[in-house]
């Protein structure tokens, strides 16, 4: 039950999403989908250093900052940057996006809906202060974003 509900809150997300693209012009939806993706991953790398390497003195509130930043880009509405046109290079934006993304919408947003609980459970855990909670959440963000990259992102 919990996996429908996930399929359809992110089918949900995904149609309304899609119907702000004609607002942003493709080689623009190509450059902002990339920056938000760019901008989670580095506040994965925080994390990372702090939870997972120790790298860095932990610091709950940075943790959970980076968190809610991964949570707040992941439930942004991203889908709505992967209008038409933008399956390809467009100007001066290249795309790793496979083309056979577009084609599947019903499974990217499923997997689109695996992120979202992924990062929820992610700012529960840095808000609980658990770093064990963390690094298993961390793990879950990990996850859920492979599981798009190997179907969906070209090298």
Same mark, same amino acid.
């Given at each position: 039950?919990?996996?429908? %509900? +996930? ?13 702000? +693209? ?20 580095? @506040?994965?790398?925080? %994390?990372?250093?702090? +939870? %997972?390497?120790? #790298?860095?003195?932990? @610091?709950?509130?940075? +943790?959970? #900052? ?8 992941? @439930?942004? =509405?991203?889908?709505?940057?992967? =209008?038409?046109?933008?399956?390809? @290079?467009? =100007?001066?934006?290249?795309?790793? #996006? ?14 689109? =809906? ?5 990062? #929820? ?12 909670? %963390? ?21």
């Amino acid at each position: 039950m919990k996996s429908v %509900i +996930v399929t359809l809150l992110g089918g949900a997300v995904l149609a309304a999403s899609l119907s702000a +693209v004609a607002q942003v012009a493709p080689e623009d939806q190509i450059k902002f989908r990339k920056a938000g993706y760019s901008y989670m991953s580095w @506040n994965m790398g925080k %994390i990372k250093a702090q +939870v %997972i390497d120790g #790298a860095v003195e932990y @610091n709950q509130q940075q +943790v959970l #900052a980076a968190a809610t930043t991964i949570d707040a880009i992941a @439930n942004s =509405g991203m889908g709505a940057l992967y =209008g038409p046109g933008t399956e390809q @290079n467009v =100007g001066n934006q290249t795309t790793r #996006a496979n083309p056979e993304l577009f084609n599947n919408f019903p499974d990217v947003a499923e997997l689109s =809906g695996n992120l979202n609980q992924a990062t #929820a459970n992610l700012v529960a855990a840095a808000q609980a202060d658990d770093q064990g909670q %963390i690094r298993a959440a961390f793990g879950q963000v990990g996850q859920a974003c492979k599981a798009c990259h190997d179907k969906y992102r070209m090298d």
